[in-house]
T-cell receptor, first 111, second 115 residues
Framework: QKEVEQDPGPLSVPEGAIVSLNCTYSNSAFQYFMWYRQYSRKGPELLMYTYSSGNKEDGRFTAQVDKSSKYISLFIRDSQPSDSATYLC???????????FGKGITLSVRP | NAGVMQNPRHLVRRRGQEARLRCSPMKGHSHVYWYRQLPEEGLKFMVY????????ESGMPKERFSAEFPKEGPSILRIQQVVRGDSAAYFC?????????????FGPGTRLTVL
């Protein structure tokens, strides 16, 4: 079993839709959870960061962490064509600094 | 404030040659991480360095790969005797301190193609 599993894609939605992206993990030591956005041929850009369980909202983006279920989610409201990118979940334990990533899901928002 | 810089952006090597990838962290950052992204795969951790020290190299292949972050100058990821399987995007990230990894900022990557 992989440490981090991310829903396979690709995902295509119409503009204005609510998008839900999800990851599950197996390592109970993970405490820090992140979502990165990566445009084609670019480096990952940090979108959201959450420590332990809970919700965090930033504009149209909401990150949720449920440590009891080992499940994290990213919600995008009122999706825009500019949101079209690959979204990567990432996480780490408190013991070291390496990030463990999901494989990523490619989102396309149709105008 | 310049972000993480990587060069070259694209690198073509023939099998058996050496590849040197360079990373300059963000200003004020002293921690550097290297990740590799293979086609259809997620980012995989390779190595974590501080100035003049390798902190965690658990993701580095045992042979042909090495990394350094000298007191002066950029961090270097060196791949000796490249093979076709080394073709990938290599990303560098930096952070100001080991604060849980939440502030790892990534560079644009170096895309290595081995012919």
């Amino acid at each position: 079993q992989k440490e981090v599993e991310q829903d396979p894609g690709p995902l295509s939605v119409p503009e204005g839709a609510i998008v839900s992206l999800n990851c599950t993990y197996s390592n109970s030591a993970f405490q820090y959870f992140m979502w990165y956005r990566q445009y084609s041929r670019k480096g990952p850009e940090l979108l959201m960061y959450t420590y332990s369980s809970g919700n965090k909202e930033d504009g149209r983006f909401t990150a949720q962490v449920d440590k009891s279920s080992k499940y994290i989610s990213l919600f995008i409201r009122d999706s825009q064509p500019s949101d079209s990118a690959t979204y990567l979940c990432a996480m780490r334990s408190g013991a070291n600094s390496k990030l463990t990533f999901g494989k990523g899901i490619t989102l396309s928002v149709r105008p | 404030n310049a972000g993480v810089m990587q060069n070259p952006r694209h690198l073509v090597r023939r099998r058996g040659q050496e590849a040197r990838l360079r990373c300059s962290p963000m200003k004020g950052h002293s921690h550097v991480y290297w990740y590799r992204q293979l086609p259809e795969e997620g980012l995989k951790f390779m190595v974590y360095l501080q100035k003049e020290n390798i902190i965690d190299e658990s993701g580095m292949p045992k042979e042909r790969f090495s990394a350094e972050f000298p007191k002066e100058g950029p961090s270097i990821l060196r791949i000796q005797q490249v093979v076709r399987g080394d073709s990938a995007a290599y990303f560098c990230a930096s952070s100001p301190a080991d604060r849980g990894g939440d502030t790892q900022y990534f560079g644009p990557g170096t895309r290595l193609t081995v012919l």
